[in-house]
């Protein structure tokens, strides 16, 4: 089966540093997304991950653990603006990503 | 990250109407399109995929004589709602998923509103 696990809600404070943790379990993997969505707008992509590591873009980074089934998102020195969904998703090969329900990411002053 | 666009970004139109949404990749060849819907504070609902010039692959539950979807090549897909009613007023997205490494973008969304 396909099974991705993400919190539901986190919630952070302005400047600080939030990690929101993925799992997945899915039948086939050729790779991890990272998209952040804000209310009524679509999904921007953030990262895309296909080897093991972690990969730096400005304040946002994204790991990941083929072996371990396992991805996080790391976002540092928090801004408000940074309050939104965030969607893990597996490409588990010729077909349809596979999303997470989201993480709702609640940055507070 | 390549660019999606949607047009148009919002469309009011009387229920028994029918409504066509435009999806094109704009610096990228998209081998596969895929139309999605969300409710309000729902998540993604994917209703089908579509491979360049081939039958589009409807979701279950998705009527596919309702939401007519093609692909006629690589740079634009159209979704149209035959016959609208208020119960199909959502946000719809489109994806756009090239060759390898398969990274897929989304369109800015359509927000479809039936009166």
């Known amino acids: 089966g396909q099974n991705i696990d993400q919190p539901t809600e986190m919630t952070a404070t302005e400047g600080a540093i939030v990690q929101i943790n993925c799992t997945y379990q899915?039948?086939?993997?050729?790779?991890l997304f990272w998209y952040q969505q804000h209310a009524g707008e679509a999904p921007t992509f953030l990262s895309y991950?296909?080897?093991?590591g972690l990969e730096e873009k400005g304040r946002f980074s994204s790991f990941l653990s083929r072996s371990k089934g396992y991805s996080y998102l790391l976002l540092k020195e928090l801004q408000m603006k940074d309050s939104a969904s965030y969607l893990c998703?597996?490409?588990?090969?010729?077909?349809?990503?596979?999303f997470g329900k989201g993480t709702r990411l609640s940055v507070i002053a | 990250g390549a660019v999606v666009s949607q047009h148009p970004s919002r469309v009011i139109c009387k229920s028994g109407t029918s409504v066509k949404i435009e999806c094109r990749s704009l610096?990228?060849?998209?081998?596969?399109m895929f139309w999605y819907r969300q409710f309000p504070k729902q998540s993604l609902m994917l209703m089908a995929t579509?491979?360049?010039?081939?039958?589009?692959?409807?979701e279950q539950g998705v009527e596919k004589d309702k939401f007519l979807i093609n692909h006629a090549s690589l740079t634009l897909s159209t979704l149209t709602v035959t016959s609208a009613h208020p119960e199909d007023s959502s946000f719809y997205i489109c994806?756009?998923?090239?060759?390898?490494?398969?990274?897929?973008?989304f369109g800015p969304g359509t927000r479809l509103t039936v009166t």
């Open positions: 994806s756009a998923r090239g060759g390898p490494p398969y990274e897929q973008y």
């Open positions: 899915t039948s086939g993997f050729n790779g």
């Open positions: 991950n296909v080897l093991d």
């Open positions: 998703a597996v490409n588990s090969g010729n077909t349809p990503l596979v």
């Open positions: 610096d990228f060849q998209a081998t596969t």
């Open positions: 579509s491979n360049e010039g081939s039958k589009a692959t409807y």
